[in-house]
């Protein structure tokens, strides 16, 4: 049997993570808190996102995964600094990983960071890393229930990004009860419905992204 | 500060999965013990399953949710018994709330034990609930390289569905890749590609299920 000493560890995440917040507000740089299930496109959209707003702004990611590199290794080409933490089998991202990863980033020259969670609806949502907002993805083929079914996340998301609309024809996602859900849920989060494969929809989420970034940056 | 004696918790959980294990073997039932992603289709499988062989075999459910009822709800009509497990926020089911749930059930009339655990790839697989077997359920809108990212549970699992065949046509899903990762990784395990919704490939998950409950079923 082990003896430890348990202090309140979601609280000194918080501390450690309003830490990462006061280093991040210093240069100015919006920061991404992505979370979603495995496979809801995740990176995917990052890619769109970067790829359309890369010559605007300097992205900088922070991609979370338990093992692979996969996901980073597909996002180099866009960002200016990529760092891939490997939770080694932990299932979310806290702000011990966070403040390490961004000591490796070239953080003067960076106006926004992406933050890509182990894929997990459930436990990442615990644990503030710094950021300026949680995005919440859902994807259309989980179905519409999810919100109402792992509330936590989408009441705290700033923003929700319904991905994937390409399969609403397709599968018996009730898009307008969903809304409906996640209004009831979360009054006050954006919600976009969008396609990350054929570009539907993206316009309005690079435009609430740029108006977020020009917000929180110093020069402004 | 709070001083609490810690000891070894997966090493408590897999003791009281063991005596789960005996507990149900005592009765014969075979117990699957079903992971995956939120939305990859776990309870309309399930739908599909028991309304195939509710007149050969009595089921019983124990829906682990984190705080809805909605999917229990969904299964009532086609299993002898359903226990609903609201995890309040927990991540996964764990051995001791198992044990629980068997106290309600009618376990003399019950042939096979589902178990639907929580929505998530990662914390359920770490967690022996005294199954005879996992069941992984991916689903091909969450993408062909989630065996590989994710592969505890991959590792683990007996059988492994590949969910929503109906979507291959609209998605990038490479199956014979992930067939072949899935191999890398659990070459024993059991494959079967089906549509919980159109039906396609349920006929054989069907036949390996019913040879299961054969080979524990105590009058065999």
């Given amino acids: 049997m082990?003896?430890?000493?348990?202090t309140d560890l979601i609280g000194v995440n918080t501390a450690k993570g309003e830490h990462n917040r006061d280093f991040l507000d210093k240069y100015g740089i919006l920061t991404i808190n992505m979370i979603s299930s495995p496979g809801a496109g995740k990176t995917t959209l990052l890619e769109v996102?970067?790829?359309?707003?890369?010559?605007?702004?300097?992205?900088?990611?922070?991609?979370?995964?338990l093992y692979t590199s996969r996901d980073a290794r597909r996002l180099?080409?866009?960002?200016?600094?990529?760092?891939?933490?490997?939770t080694c089998g932990i299932c979310h991202l806290n702000a011990e990983m966070v403040a390490r990863a961004l000591e490796g980033m070239p953080l003067d020259s960076l106006d926004i960071i992406i933050i890509e969670n182990v894929g997990n609806l459930?436990?990442?949502?615990?644990?503030?890393?710094?950021?300026?907002?949680k995005m919440a993805v859902l994807s259309v083929p989980e179905g519409s229930d999810k919100p109402a079914?792992?509330?936590?996340?989408?009441?705290?998301a700033r923003t929700v990004v319904i991905n994937k609309s390409d399969l609403l024809p397709y599968t018996d996602f009730d898009l307008p009860g969903c809304i409906k859900e996640l209004?009831?849920?979360?009054?006050?989060?954006?919600i976009f419905v969008v396609s990350a494969r054929t570009g539907e929809g993206v316009e309005n989420l690079l435009g609430w992204l740029e108006?977020?970034?020009?917000?929180?940056?110093p020069v402004d």
Avoid: W
Wanted: charged letters at 30%; proline letters at 4%.
């Fill in 2 to 6: 082990k003896v430890i000493l348990a």
């Fill in 49 to 65: 996102i970067m790829k359309a707003l890369k010559d605007k702004y300097n992205f900088g990611v922070i991609e979370g995964d």
């Fill in 76 to 86: 180099l080409d866009h960002a200016r600094a990529v760092v891939q933490i490997n």
């Fill in 122 to 133: 459930v436990c990442p949502a615990a644990f503030y890393l710094g950021e300026t907002c």
């Fill in 149 to 156: 079914k792992y509330p936590e996340l989408f009441k705290e």
């Fill in 183 to 190: 209004r009831e849920i979360n009054p006050e989060a954006e």
């Fill in 211 to 217: 108006e977020r970034v020009k917000r929180v940056s």
